[in-house]
């Protein structure tokens, strides 16, 4: 990086805008607009004297120097990464990714979920299974046990889905765009049959709520919304067990060791067989 001065900062952008490939993605994960992760890039690109991104209409692609440059700053994000992100030991920052609807459970419960431990919390709503490993997230919600000998895994409960509507008259079904097995199921369900389609989950309940169709729902969402009632049995070939997955070096701050205590409590009243 020869003697040019960085902002950890710009390079953390640099990594989102890279993995996302395009600004609208790296939003999500930065909290930056488009407009601003575009300008960092540009700033970026003119300390360096390089080109390290192909702008395209669907997206950015690293240029050959753009991905030497991704590289190299992927070998030193796990070593650099929490040095940054915890300079202040009282006030860590904790990045927690979950699927839309655990986000928005946690957001609902965040004095309980912070206590006094004096943490900064950053939520992250993704579908995608986000690193832990380079930081991109210090834990997340997920359904399966973690593989990596660097993460701490803890099982917390199964989690039960269901169909719901307003009424048990034959609605359309609510169809949530993309591919997590929900979404393909009830794709599978509804077949060739008239149906809704959204690109946001709580576009499925707001629908359902709307009585304008029968939406996929966890049941820790369904149950819990007055007027909708379960027009289906539980689907079993959605149920799964719901994990809680640390850093094994993070999962021993103490600030850090409080949250996650806090959210398996929380967690734990959503689940079965907890």
């Known amino acids: 990086m020869n003697e ?12 989102a805008v890279a993995r996302g490939k395009g ?65 202040d030991p009282a006030r860590p920052l904790i990045k927690i990714s979950a699927g839309s609807w655990v986000t928005a459970l946690l957001c609902r419960r965040v004095p309980e979920l912070l206590g006094q431990s004096g943490a900064q919390l950053r939520f992250i709503a993704a579908e995608e299974v986000l690193s832990i490993s380079r930081r991109e997230t ?8 973690p593989e990596d000998v660097s993460l701490a895994g803890r099982k917390i409960g199964r989690i039960a889905f269901a169909a719901y509507a307003m009424d048990p008259a034959d609605r359309p079904w609510i169809r949530v765009m993309g591919a997590t097995p929900s979404s393909r199921w009830v794709a599978a369900e509804a077949g060739g049959s008239e149906g809704i389609e959204v690109t946001h989950p709580r576009n499925a309940l707001d629908l359902a709520l709307a009585g304008a169709g029968r939406a996929v729902l966890p049941c820790f969402v369904g149950d819990r ?22 850093h094994q070096d993070d999962r021993h701050i103490p600030a850090v060791r409080a949250v996650i205590e806090r959210l398996v409590t929380i967690l734990k009243d959503n689940c079965s067989g907890a």
């Not at 080109?51 to 700053?73: D, I, S, V």
């Not at 210090?138 to 046990?145: A, E, F, K, S």
């Not at 909708?228 to 640390?246: C, G």
């Open 23 to 87: 600004l609208a993605p790296a939003t999500e994960t930065t909290g930056k607009s488009a407009p601003t992760l575009g300008r960092r890039m540009l700033a970026l690109e003119r300390r360096l004297g390089q080109e390290l991104f192909h702008r395209m209409p669907r997206g950015y692609a690293l240029t050959e120097e753009g991905q030497a440059f991704f590289e190299k700053l992927c070998g030193l994000e796990t070593d650099l990464l929490p040095l940054v992100e915890t300079a």
């Open 225 to 246: 919304e007055a007027g909708l009632m379960r027009v289906s049995a539980e689907i079993e070939d959605l149920a799964h067990d719901q994990w809680l997955v640390m």
């Open 138 to 145: 210090l834990i997340g919600v997920r359904n399966q046990p």
């Open 4 to 15: 040019t001065t960085f902002d950890w900062d710009d390079l953390r952008l640099f990594l």
